[in-house]
């Protein structure tokens, strides 16, 4: 259901005492019904009157859901107190809440709760694999054979290297050589990738970095010095 109210915001001070806030609460109920929110706003240039709409979620989480379902239209609230003041209520109009019929709404259902396991199966398979590789930082094959994943193997890349596929993410080549994954050995923490799949790798095999020999490089080195030259040039 939905309600549009008008409501009247009397602000008071946070010192006023409780007898005074009665006081005050009691005067303000009996003025808003004798003269209408609308006068009571015109004659007081500090109280604001605003035109709005309430579902009944919201008035749920403000906890006003009885008091709203309590009033007819044109009906006027008893003053509520809020953090921002007392407030004054008069229902201007009530869209009683719509039933679908279940037949409807039945796949839209069956699809949200497929969803909602498919979901929760993968948050607990995510964890499960996060214990087990954590557990067993050495290895991947014990958390590969309780949840009968594949070990791929990438093919052979360097930190800097741009490559494509998997490893042309920099986020990855730098994990992959992390001090706690390529010296200590371990694998690494499970990381979510773009897909809502998760990944955790470890090193396979490891080659030291050489220099290559100048035959191998000899056409790359002469291209890059022309570039340079003629940039010179230039």
């Known amino acids: 259901a939905q309600w549009f109210v008008r409501r009247l915001l009397v602000?008071?001070?946070?010192?006023?005492?409780?007898?005074?806030?009665?006081n005050i609460m009691e005067k303000l109920q009996h003025s808003s019904r004798a003269k209408g929110l609308?006068?009571?706003?015109?004659?007081?240039?500090?109280?604001?009157?605003?035109?709005?709409?309430?579902?009944?979620?919201?008035?749920?989480?403000?906890q006003l859901l009885p008091l709203f379902s309590s009033l007819k239209k044109g009906a006027i609230s008893i003053p509520v107190r809020t953090a921002e003041g007392l407030n004054v209520f008069q229902v201007l109009s009530i869209k009683p809440a719509v039933s679908i019929p279940f037949e409807k709404v039945k796949n839209q259902i069956r699809l949200t709760l497929h969803r909602q396991a498919v979901s929760q199966r993968l948050n607990d398979a995510s964890q499960q694999l996060s214990d087990l590789t954590y557990t067993n930082p050495s290895t991947l094959t014990v958390a590969a054979h309780a949840l009968r994943l594949s070990i791929n193997t990438s093919p052979w890349f360097s930190q800097n290297q741009v490559v494509a596929g998997?490893?042309?993410?920099?986020?990855?080549?730098n994990l992959a050589f992390s001090a706690d994954v390529l010296t200590q050995g371990n694998n690494s923490k499970?990381?979510?990738?773009?897909?809502?799949?998760?990944?955790?790798?470890?090193?396979?095999?490891?080659?030291?970095?050489?220099i290559k020999p100048l035959a191998v490089v000899r056409d790359q080195v002469v291209k890059q010095l022309q570039r340079q030259g003629a940039k010179v040039a230039a």
């Open 38 to 62: 609308v006068a009571l706003a015109k004659s007081n240039p500090d109280w604001k009157l605003v035109s709005t709409h309430y579902t009944q979620v919201q008035l749920q989480e403000a």
């Open 11 to 22: 602000p008071i001070k946070s010192s006023v005492s409780q007898t005074q806030l009665s």
């Open 190 to 210: 499970p990381v979510t990738l773009k897909d809502g799949s998760t990944l955790v790798l470890r090193i396979a095999k490891r080659r030291p970095q050489q």
């Open 166 to 173: 998997l490893f042309s993410n920099p986020t990855l080549r």
